[in-house]
C-alpha cells in the first residue's frame, strides 16, 4: 500500500493551497480516508476526514470553513483545499487510510499512512 501526498509548501498568510494523496495497493473506495498534521513539538491531530462514499465528513473546528476534504474514488486520490492559510496551520500533512465506512477522529485508528508533505505559512 502506498500513499503518496503531495502539494505542500510555502506560502503567505491569507493564501490557498491543495494537497493531493494518491493511494495505490488498496481498494481505495473501501477506505475512510483522513488529513493529519503534526507541528513541532506537537501530537498529531486531525484535520479532516471523509468517509468511502463522501456521504460524511469531520473536521477539526480549526479549520472549519476554510479547509475542504474531496475524494476521487475513480482517480484512487484524495483532496484536502486549504484557504486562508494562517502560521498555525504550519506542519507536515499526512494523508491516512482507514478499512471501513466509519469517520473516526484517532490516529490509531488508521491503517497506513502517507509520507507526509510540508505546509509552512509565513510572511
Known amino acids: 500500500v502506498q500513499l503518496q501526498a503531495s502539494g505542500g509548501g510555502l506560502v503567505q498568510p491569507g493564501e490557498s493551497l491543495r494537497l493531493s494523496c494518491a493511494a495505490s495497493g488498496l481498494t481505495f473506495s473501501s477506505y475512510t480516508m483522513g488529513w493529519f498534521r503534526q507541528a513541532p513539538g506537537k501530537e498529531r491531530e486531525l484535520v479532516a476526514a471523509i468517509n468511502r462514499r463522501s456521504s460524511n465528513t469531520e473536521y477539526a473546528d480549526s479549520i472549519k470553513g476554510r479547509f475542504t476534504i474531496s475524494r476521487d474514488n475513480a482517480k484512487n486520490t484524495l483532496y484536502l483545499q486549504m484557504n486562508s492559510l494562517k502560521p498555525e496551520d504550519t506542519a507536515v500533512y499526512y494523508c491516512?487510510?482507514?478499512?471501513?465506512?466509519?469517520?473516526?477522529?484517532?490516529?490509531?485508528?488508521?491503517?497506513?499512512w502517507g509520507q507526509g508533505t510540508l505546509v509552512t505559512v509565513s510572511s
Open positions: 491516512a487510510a482507514k478499512l471501513g465506512s466509519q469517520v473516526v477522529t484517532d490516529p490509531r485508528n488508521y491503517n497506513y
